[in-house]
């Protein structure tokens, strides 16, 4: 009688080998799929990124457009806040100030990707299915909002992370480790905060007992960015929890961690992601290196201000982090339809995302026709009506911000507040800033221009909203509209032949 044969020993080997690679080559494909939302739009469609795309126009100008001399400010400062400030000081001369930042946006999903494989990799030799799981936080309401420098700093963390696992016993650890921490801090100090954590939990599950202090001293080339930070370089003391209802506040931060476009669709995906962590801790399937880390992060998401050193939404940054972290704690060997599963969920979100952006951009390349009517060194003010309560991420909050990318204009969406940002505008007799070109307004509420303040201060006013305003201010006239925009010439506009004319 003749039994079944048994595969060798050898054989088992190569197929785990071969599932293994299989896994190692999805990620790397999904590293690069992660990009394609900024590929298929001419311009990001982040909420922030005008603003930001701004800054860096008159940070890299150094005094030789008049206009821009005449209107802002830059303040230079070496702080943790300044990781794609950076990359724009060798990029915007080879590219240009706007592909480089479309380059960048791009750029930095396909290393928090790679980042994320780094991870798994360096812990446990494999891809696994929460290391996939882990790619659907790539697309962060953070990301979408364009917290650039954030994010950078994010997949700067998790690489500096896998680098450290992988150095485990070596002599040159430390030494190698503080200047990565001040690259980390310098893209942003969130990052280098998630960094520490990473590395305090990876130390943590080593400890021999509750009274080993090990875990709190090991990380110590990590700490050295302190030292800026005390002596006040680019630090900014102001902190907030809000005004009000700050439970109900944290509450939606932790349901809106996967907030994008749909909010079905996003909350389903949450509830299947924490479905999954759930089942593997209930499993015992939680690598507690990475494991503790998602638990420390979770808690600093209920405890962190929400602004913190000059930035907003500090603990909603990290209640998707912790997410992403948690999800890298999953050890838990599926066969390749569950790899392929975990997939799907990214390539469906990543699908979503591409397919808004290509559309919100076709609306941007009209209204930014509105820029043709705009002579050089011109006054903008720009009104952006915005629904009170909506769940997608409007694109064109800061969209007025390219009349000082494309006119070298003075323009009041942008991120020019003093103590805040290196960005300041040198008229202050009169607020012209973010978030001046808010109209916040409920559904049954009708939007009068002739109550907008910028208005009183500008040549024309662009405004930017699926609603029409009831009325303009007085002997506004229109020049160019589209189906949810318009720019009006206001009575008083000049030409300006140069930065002085019609101070």
């Not at 080559?25 to 990009?35: D, E, K, P």
């Not at 902190?239 to 909350?267: H, P, T």
């Not at 975990?342 to 390539?347: D, E, I, P």
Request: glycine content about 8%.
């Amino acid at each position: 009688m003749h039994g079944t044969a048994q595969p060798e020993a050898g054989e088992l080997g190569e197929a785990y080998r071969r599932k293994r690679d299989e896994a190692l080559w999805l990620g790397i494909v999904l590293s690069f799929l992660a990009a394609l939302p900024a590929l298929v739009a001419w311009t990001p469609q982040m909420t922030d990124y005008p603003s930001h795309l701004a800054g860096y126009k008159v940070l890299l100008d150094h005094g030789n457009d008049p206009f821009l001399t005449h209107y802002f400010l830059f303040n230079w400062e070496w702080t943790g806040n300044l990781g794609v400030e950076l990359l724009m000081v060798p990029m915007a001369p080879i590219f240009g100030l706007e592909r480089a930042g479309r380059m960048i946006v791009a750029l930095i999903p396909f290393l928090t990707g790679l980042s994320i494989i780094a991870v798994v990799w360096s812990l446990r030799k494999r891809v696994g299915v929460g290391a996939i799981l882990a790619f659907a936080m790539i697309w962060s309401p953070s990301f979408l909002m364009g917290f650039l420098n954030y994010s950078l700093s994010l997949a700067m963390a998790l690489f500096a992370f896998a680098l450290w696992v992988r150095m485990e016993g070596s002599v040159w650890r430390h030494i190698v480790f503080v200047p990565i921490a001040f690259g980390v801090w310098l893209c942003h100090v969130s990052g280098w905060g998630i960094m520490g954590v990473l590395v305090f939990g990876y130390e943590w599950t080593k400890r021999r007992n509750w009274k080993d202090w090990r875990p709190f001293t090991k990380p110590w080339p990590l700490i050295f960015p302190l030292v800026p930070m005390l002596a006040g370089m680019g630090a900014n003391s102001q902190v907030s929890y809000g005004r009000w209802g700050v439970l109900e506040y944290k509450w939606a931060i932790l349901y809106k961690a996967m907030r994008s476009y749909d909010q079905v669709f996003d909350i389903t995906s949450l509830c299947l992601v924490l479905a999954v962590i759930a089942f593997a801790l209930f499993t015992k399937r939680i690598d507690g290196r990475v494991g503790w880390a998602a638990l420390l992060l979770l808690v600093l998401t209920l405890i962190v201000p929400r602004q913190i050193f000059g930035g907003d939404y500090a603990d909603y940054r990290l209640s998707t982090a912790a997410l992403m972290v948690a999800c890298l704690a999953i050890d838990w060997p599926v066969p390749r339809w569950g790899l392929a599963l975990a997939g799907l969920l990214f390539t469906s979100r990543i699908a979503v995302t591409t397919v808004v952006w290509h559309q919100d951009a076709q609306t941007a390349r009209q209204m930014i026709g509105a820029l043709d009517y705009v002579p050089e060194g011109a006054k903008v003010a720009t009104a952006v009506a915005i629904p009170r309560r909506q769940w997608r991420f409007g694109p064109f909050e800061h969209f007025g911000s390219f009349a000082v990318v494309r006119r070298s204009a003075m323009e009041n969406s942008n991120f020019a507040l003093p103590d805040v940002h290196m960005l300041a505008m040198r008229e202050t007799k009169y607020r012209f800033n973010d978030p001046t070109q808010r109209i916040l307004f409920w559904s049954n509420q009708r939007i009068d221009l002739r109550k907008f303040k910028p208005a009183r201060h500008a040549d024309y006013l662009w405004f930017i909203g699926d609603v029409h305003p009831v009325a303009l201010p007085d002997g506004a006239r229109i020049v160019y509209s589209t189906p949810n925009s318009f720019l009006a010439r206001l009575p008083d506009a000049v030409d300006l032949a140069n930065p002085a004319d019609g101070s």
